[in-house]
């Protein structure tokens, strides 16, 4: 059974601070990691994609993958109370599928 | 920017009845799936739908459940007879795969209600 896990939280950070939200995945073969946000009662809003060992930059977020250790993180910088939400962590584990698997998500509060 | 929608936003149903829940993807994607995601649980993949027929779906998609693309444009998710256990919020997605990734985007989901 491929799995995706993530600490459920909260996680409180204070405004301005940086949020790191972590994910691990038991599929080694995984090939495609995505951070998702979503607003209580919404759809997950797309943040970012990683397919590569290393760091992704976009604005304040960045994404950081390691596939030896089978984990993915998100970082968001300068956090905002808007960026209160939960965070979902979604793999797709590669070729022979199209699904995507999901972690519960980190709720994330920002504290103004 | 486009966009997935989805209707209706809210349906409510009683148990034994058929629901079609409809999407339309955005314009030049290939890929279309449908998730659900239970009341404080999991997105869960339900199926995906590529060059009009389903590519792979889940242990929930059992035979109550079908998709269709009826037209040029909409994505439908029909459950034949409903029950309690249905009752969740339906996300319809579409990717168009490229040689740099898989990116999926969600619409704004339907909010199933089995009575």
């Known amino acids: 059974q491929k799995e995706v896990e993530q600490n459920s939280g909260p996680l409180s950070v204070p405004e301005g601070a940086i949020a790191s939200l972590n994910c691990t995945y038991s599929d080694r073969g995984s090939q495609s990691f995505f951070w998702y946000r979503q607003y209580s009662g919404k759809s997950p809003e797309l943040i970012m994609s990683?397919?590569?060992?290393g760091d992704k930059e976009d604005g304040r977020f960045t994404a950081q993958l390691n596939k030896a250790s089978q984990y993915v993180s998100l970082l968001i910088r300068d956090s905002q109370p808007s960026d209160s939400a939960t965070y979902l962590c979604?793999?797709?584990?590669?070729?022979?599928?199209?699904?995507?698997?999901f972690g519960t998500g980190t709720r994330l509060k920002v504290l103004a | 920017e486009p966009e997935v929608t989805q209707t209706p936003s809210h349906q409510v149903t009683q148990m034994g009845q058929e629901v079609i829940l409809r999407c339309v993807p955005i314009s030049n994607h290939l890929y279309f799936y449908w998730y659900r995601q239970i009341l404080g649980q999991k997105v869960e993949f339900l199926v995906s739908?590529?060059?009009?027929?389903?590519?792979?779906k889940s242990e929930i998609f059992d035979d109550q459940f079908s998709v269709e693309r009826p037209d040029g444009s909409n994505f439908t998710l029909k459950i034949r007879s409903t029950k309690l256990e249905d009752s969740a919020m339906y996300f319809c997605a579409s990717s168009d795969w490229t040689s740099t990734g898989n990116e999926q985007f969600f619409g704004p989901g339907t909010r199933l209600t089995v009575l």
């Open positions: 990683i397919y590569s060992n």
């Open positions: 979604a793999v797709h584990p590669g070729s022979g599928t199209y699904k995507y698997i």
């Open positions: 739908f590529y060059n009009n027929e389903i590519s792979e």
